[in-house]
């Protein structure tokens, strides 16, 4: 059994993405130290900084969209370039987040130290002043890291959901620090704008370049982005313009208001900034928002740069032990410890400012092979190599992006400068050293172009097959990660008797959700609770009648993923578990209510419940033109198989007209019709949920109608089908025709006054 991936990033997923990974240091770490370098045309600093930037993010959309798969620049740098190259773009990406996530770990320490020095503290916490001592902010850096490598070795990952209020919750932070204080700029400030001249503003470009490392950061997920040629293009562009937008307006107003004298050389600038305009509560705000950022930026520094080590081992470009995956937390624990091994080094033993510059070397390295890869590819003139994105003006873009690149290295000091020409050199030695004799892929888009090649062939069988298969009924029972060996049993046991019945096959998969930061294809390799999950289900299905595929998806969204893959294979009938209902589900969202909004079939949700023999089926009819014809088919099918009776019970309120019963034994007789079980119909003459969950808890399974909850009218009065699911403990199905729909609040009462007047 092979894990699919699911595309299900949209244009909001890249965007929180890519600026995630970039707001951090650029903002609350370099300000200070670039001022150092080039005084108040550190505003332009960041303005050509993020220019810079641009032809390696459209390379990048480029050839994101020409070849989706998982692993961003250094797969295309090793397929456009050759692994040669590709494994000093592979170490120099590696190196890249390391020293951005050291940066970010050490600069966001100045914070806390800062807080700690402030006399409001002194005072507020007199006792803490007085009796302890605050570590060094190396040592609490190394210590951060550490506990961070502790939670990348047991596999603990973020949600793609923290991310995106994460970004909205900074960026809204800073957008109220820029409106309150612009208006307090005083020009004399800026002035002299050049103060250290052009030199003093090429060196802090070569500074902060780093603060847009993370734009690209999001290609490494190519291969999940829903709707690429637009998707991914836009969202690195729009992402790119916001945030740099947001650093200049930040830079601009720390220049206009705080003496230069007071942030030269600062590592904690925003802090010194808000201290003497807003206090102690500003300072905790700023901390607050520094620490969300430079906490993410390193953890998943650590999170991604281990990948790249992985990467490299499975291309064989690096021994296998950097491939090993340890086998109950499932994460490359080699990997992971050389990662954070090297990053607690660099923040034992570098300062600030040389980690800053470093990293800014080996990213614009990368960004550098990058726009170079892309003519690569374009040379070529490969008939595969067909981008749903464009770079304007090639080559004349990617050129540039190539000689600014070569030209910023050659302008750093002394140290970055060595060590982006060691990682090339040392990184083209262990190729012809190492790695060569273990690889047979060409370079110049040769070895892309034969994979393509077969990646077309297989997509072009699975399509044809896929078209084959949607001839057929399919039923889906979608299952997440953590569903047991009784609920799998259960869920069968329902669906087997409606496979047989509708001559359907069934499709058991199970649907995987990682974070939108972690790339799909590290979540591809099978461990052995997925070959224990393959071999219990095909056991389950030995005793059954009707043919039973397994299969399991990998995704950022098991929603979407769901929906996506029901569309593809062509579904008539979705089941899987219903979720528990809760009142904040109901006001933030269901993710059962999204299933039945957009899927294309229609949707049984299972409550899990004890059964064995199957006696008794109780339909509860509400005179549904869509739910109630489906519930009963959906029950008749399981009857037939099982040999059980059907049991019709509607609610027809207090004191109904005789007219009225009449009315609903019609009904009941219109679908006894439809059944080949034997039927009884029940009328509930109580308007109390109570003497309904009393008529149906005798019955072995309970089949209800469920429609989209809406947030409001449902937060105040839930669905009578959800308040009598949770009072029953047998196996509920929960109904939803595709062709259903939630009715609006005045429906029912018209409803209700027809019925009883016909």
Known sequence: MTK??????????????????????GIFILPGLAMEEAGPSVILAFLVAGLLVVPAALAISELGTAIPEAGGDYVYIERGIGPSVGTVAGIGTWLTLLFKGALALYGGMFYIDFVYSLPTYAVTVPVVEATVALPGVRALAVTLAVLLIAVNLIGVKQTGGLQTIMVVVMVAILAVFIVATVTRVEGARYEPFFAEGMGGLVSAVTLVIVSYAGVTKVAAAAEEIENPGRNLPLGLLISLVVTTFLYVLIVYVLVGIVDADDIRGEEAPMSIAVEPLFGFVGVLVITLAALLALLSTANAGILTASRYPLALSRDRLIPDTFAHIHPRFNTPTTAIFATGGFMVLIIATLPVDEIAKMASAFQILVYTLVNAALIAFRERDLEWYEPEFVTPLYPWIPLFGV?????????????????????I??????YLYYGRERVDREGLAVDAARRAAGKRFVNETERRLNEDDAAGEEVLIALRRDVSREEEDRLLRVAAPIAEARGSRIRVIRFEEVPDQYPLEQATAQSPEDIEFEERTDEIARDLGVPVEVGEIVSHDTKHAVVNYADRIGVDLLLTRSDPVSRLGTLFGRDTDWIMEHAPCDVVFVQPGEFDEVDEIAIVTDRSPFNDPLKVELADAIASVTGAGLRFVFVAGKNPSEQSLETVHDYHDELDDRCSSPVEGIVVESGEIDALIEEVESADIVVLSTVTHRRLPDLLVSQRSDRVAQRLSQP??????????????LEPIIDRLLFENN
């Open 403 to 423: 000689v600014s690149g070569v030209f910023v290295i050659t302008q750093m000091d002394t140290l970055p400068l060595v060590g982006a020409v060691g990682i």
């Open 4 to 25: 699919d991936l699911e595309r299900d990033l949209g244009l909001v997923a890249v965007i929180a993405i890519s600026m995630g990974a970039m707001i951090g240091s």
């Open 425 to 430: 050199v040392l990184g083209t030695a262990w």
């Open 732 to 745: 509920v199905l929960l109904v939803h025709a595709q062709k259903s729909r939630r009715a609006t609040f």
